[in-house]
């Protein structure tokens, strides 16, 4: 037993160390977004792809960038336009003349962290393109079937407040991230802190890439050693019992899918090996619950009209389900 504790208490240390670094860089270079980080780092720790959504100029791509840099792993990033095509995406083959055969040319897919920039600005064909490596990690061209990075991860990102030449995502699309993380304002002090950043160069373009803090393989590892945090049985309930009773509620068109459920079980393990805790709480649960589940639920046209937002809804679903002693 006591063997037991000290591997899982290394486990949670590792990923402690290195979750720890890429947290305090995260928040020097991106001021004043705390918990959209943690919910970034939770979705990285848990295999997990991150819809990202806010107004323009509020970091989103500044943050992905960011995040690339310091693990020291391949970015790629794909500005989605309304005449994009999935080959613009996945790669084609091109014939050539030299060797009279056919070479791929790969797509920007074939990358380790991946910049879906404004998806829902191209139509849901091109939108489709992102499926297979989402869910599978892997891409099919022409009859073969390409195997993307082991570290592999899509953060797209969506204008809340633009809705002409969009296309909404298709809910089996929307299904494939993990979080929907909504990204605002910075809040008291820390839009000044920016601009101090700012006019100290901090934020210059021109500027060497910042230092590294982690690997690709640090990251990786960290995931295999998730599986090592404990779920007791009371935790497993009170998830089925809370995605079942979504599925009952009156507001709702549809509640939370069978792999919002892994989703959710998976992210609550991540919050909690980063906050250091070998086992998963209700508290984990709780925290993650608003991200996993705001773009899974439909409402009711009823619902809509009468103003019923999701976050309200998720709260009154938090509230309805009685919380493990």
């Known amino acids: 037993m006591q063997e037991q504790l000290k591997v899982e208490s290394s486990v949670v240390e590792n990923i402690i160390d290195v979750f720890g670094r890429l947290r305090t860089r995260l928040n020097e270079m991106i001021v004043g977004q705390e918990m959209v980080i943690d ?25 992905v ?27 084609t083959s ?28 191209t139509p849901p064909k091109t939108q489709s393109a992102l499926l297979e490596a989402m869910e599978e990690r892997q891409v099919s061209l022409d009859g073969r079937t390409e195997v993307l990075p082991e570290l592999f991860m899509v953060v797209a990102t969506q204008n809340p407040i633009e809705f002409e ?12 991230f993990m979080l929907k993380i909504v990204i605002s304002y910075p809040q008291g002090d820390a839009e000044k802190q920016m601009l101090r950043n700012w006019q100290n160069g901090k934020y210059d373009r021109h500027v060497p ?52 459920a892994l989703s959710w079980l998976s992210a609550a393990k991540a919050h909690a090996a980063i906050e250091g805790k070998d086992f998963v709480t209700p508290d984990n649960i709780k925290f993650v619950a608003e991200p996993v589940l705001r773009h899974r639920f439909i409402l009711t046209p009823e619902a809509e009209l009468d103003g019923v937002t999701c976050s309200q809804i998720i709260s009154n679903l938090m509230r309805q389900v009685p919380v493990p002693r």
């Not at 960038?65 to 790669?91: C, N, V, W």
């Not at 091109?94 to 600005?121: C, H, M, Q, V, W």
């Open 209 to 260: 890439p910042v230092e590294p803090v982690a690997t690709a393989e640090e990251i990786v590892e960290c995931r295999k050693q998730l599986s090592g945090i404990k779920v007791e049985e009371s935790i497993i309930d009170y998830l089925y019992n809370l995605v079942t009773k979504s599925r009952t509620l009156s507001d709702l068109q549809l509640g939370a899918s069978p792999r919002s």
């Open 39 to 63: 919910q970034v780092l939770i979705a990285l720790l848990a295999d997990g792809h991150v819809l990202l959504e806010g107004v323009p100029g509020t970091a989103k791509t500044l943050l």
């Open 165 to 176: 030449g969009t296309y909404p995502l298709p809910e089996a699309q929307l299904d494939r």
């Open 65 to 91: 960038k960011t995040m690339a840099r310091i693990i020291g792993t391949d970015y790629g990033r794909i500005q989605l336009t309304p005449d994009m095509l999935p080959s613009d995406i996945l790669g």
């Open 94 to 121: 091109i014939y050539d003349l030299a060797t009279k055969t056919f070479a791929l040319k790969r797509g920007p897919i074939f990358t380790s962290l991946l910049l879906a920039d404004e998806i829902n600005r």
